[in-house]
């Protein structure tokens, strides 16, 4: 089930009030509409009725696509720095859902689902976007860490990110973009070869201290290598 609350918000315009129902969980399996509209960057949009200005909701829901085995906990862009906390809550709530605490019936589910924690609607795009093509999102964020490491400037700063947002046909490669997070707004492009992706993944030992890295846990984003201590070693 795909569960709506209404949410009473502030237009950013005029300051009129507007109530929209906001998604506290995606099925994508029985709605799939509603993931064509997180990949079409239309999910969760609202237009105020007194000025027409049209502004999105951050994201803060729950999605499950057993289909394509993705559980996603998808959360507001301005809640990345605790991200280690929200991460704990996260696979707790997956556990009491679909993990180890879960009924049976619902273990057998959520033991064909990959598990992930996302900030902002960039970045859980992302992940339906990688998923679609059939692409390991780990080895994508090592295609970004070797972006960072091979171009010459880059606008990365808090509050903008690098993400996939869609593959060039013409070229066979990947396009990726600078962007900013809360309004996704588009700063630059870059088109990536394909080859890219087949040389990481062909190479897992030279990659291998960067997977375990990122591979630690459900939020698995490049940039929390960027942001604090991170979590401890075990
Ligand atoms: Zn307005």
Excluded at 40 to 48: A, L
Excluded at 103 to 119: E, I, M, Q
Excluded at 162 to 185: H, I, P, Q
Aim: proline share 5%; aromatic share 8%.
């Amino acid at each position: 089930m795909s569960l709506f609350h209404p949410v009473n918000l502030v237009c950013p315009q005029c300051e009129a009030p507007v109530t929209m129902m906001a998604v506290g969980s995606v099925n994508a399996d029985r709605r799939p509409d509603l993931r064509d509209d997180i990949l079409e960057d239309r999910f969760q949009d609202v237009t105020c009725e007194a000025c027409g200005e049209s502004f999105r909701l951050q994201p803060q829901f729950n999605y499950l696509d057993t289909g394509r085995g993705q559980w996603i906990a998808a959360m507001p862009a301005s809640r990345l720095r605790d991200h280690l906390e929200i991460e704990d809550e996260a696979a707790a709530l997956f556990d009491t859902s679909y993990g180890a605490n879960a009924p049976a019936a619902a273990r057998d589910v959520g033991s064909g689902l990959a598990v992930r924690l996302t900030f902002g609607w960039p970045a859980v795009r992302e992940k339906l976007l990688v998923k679609q093509l059939g692409l390991e999102d780990v080895i994508v964020e090592m295609m970004k860490l070797h972006i960072l490491r091979s171009v010459e400037s880059v606008p990365m700063a808090e509050g903008i990110e690098l993400r996939l947002v869609n593959t060039d046909e013409d070229s066979d490669g990947y396009v990726f973009a600078w962007l900013e997070t809360a309004s996704e707004k588009y700063i630059e492009y870059m088109t990536v070869p394909a080859e890219l992706y087949k040389a990481i993944e062909g190479n897992p030992e030279g990659w291998n201290a960067i997977r375990k890295r990122l591979d630690t846990g459900h939020f698995v984003d490049m940039q929390k290598l960027y942001m604090g201590e991170g979590r401890p070693a075990e």
